[in-house]
């Protein structure tokens, strides 16, 4: 059996009507990083954690992504040569 721990790391920043994100994911192989934000409506009343969760999810989804091409081009890479 074969265990790894993966590291994921969300800092979340408040900047008046704007949350912003930064996420890193270490993975011990790779280290992917994120950045986003969420804009908080001037019409609406303040919430804070509601742009936490969008800007956090934003980030999430965008580190999800990057994981699924960076699988994608290893298996490419791993395939063997054709022979023709």
Do not use: C
Request: no cysteine; glycine share 8%; net charge negative.
């Amino acid at each position: 059996m074969h265990t790894k721990t993966w590291t994921l790391r969300v800092d979340l920043f408040e900047e008046g009507e704007i949350t912003k994100v930064h996420a890193v994911l270490d993975t011990g192989d790779n280290r992917l990083e994120s950045r986003t934000e969420a804009h908080r409506n001037p019409h609406d009343p303040p919430a804070p954690e509601i742009g936490d969760e969008y800007a956090a999810g934003r980030a999430l989804v965008d580190l999800g992504n990057q994981l699924l091409r960076a699988g994608m081009a290893d298996a490419d890479a791993n395939e063997p040569p054709l022979h023709g």
